[in-house]
């Protein structure tokens, strides 16, 4: 077994499930540490996390190797609340959850488990807190906060990017073209 080392930095996500953490702290790297996506350990974007690098990796990195390693742990939450569309689960995936709420920004989560809807139908853009952040083996959960509107609005859109940069447009009233967002 070869010896590792620890860091702790911030985790970015890709579209396509890999990702990069950014060490923070007194060691830092001059690279991102490449995290595979069988190796993320459940961890979602902007989260706070332990990673583990093979020694040998490191000291191998100087030939313009990528530095991999694994998400051991994960120390805080990136954020708890997200936008996205709500859709109907479909095959197997039923059985656990009927609806599936896709995120506007897929690189911050997975497609997250949805119980109850509360007659919102599917095709409309809702907030989500998340209640359950999964793990490697299972999606994350959560509960719808809002119905936003269609996807297809342009109100539900506007809103949703106000909700993703931490504006709560519920404070403010916002005048669309047509449309009002209270």
Do not use: M, W
């Not at 001059?30 to 690098?53: Q, W, Y």
């Not at 109100?155 to 709560?168: D, F, P, Q």
């Amino acid at each position: 077994h070869a010896p590792t080392l620890r860091f702790e930095g911030v985790f970015a996500a890709t579209e396509r499930g890999f990702g990069f953490v950014t060490v923070t702290g007194e060691n830092r790297l001059d690279a991102d540490i490449f995290i595979p996506a069988r190796k993320r350990g459940g961890a979602l974007s902007g989260d706070r996390v332990a990673v583990e690098v093979k020694q040998r990796d490191l000291k191998s990195a100087g030939d313009d190797r990528r530095i991999e390693g694994e998400i051991s742990a994960i120390l805080s939450r990136g954020f708890s609340e997200l936008c996205g569309t709500l859709v109907e689960a479909s095959g197997a995936a039923r059985r656990f959850a009927p609806y599936r709420v896709i995120p506007d920004n897929l690189r911050l989560a997975d497609e997250i488990e949805i119980a109850e809807a509360n007659e919102i139908q599917p095709g409309s853009k809702v907030l989500v807190r998340i209640t359950d952040y999964g793990d490697a083996r299972k999606p994350p959960r959560g509960e719808i906060l809002r119905d936003l509107g269609e996807t297809t609005s342009l109100g539900a859109n506007y809103e949703s990017v106000l909700l993703a940069a931490g504006i709560r447009p519920n404070t403010i009233r916002l005048s669309i073209g047509t449309e009002h967002i209270d």
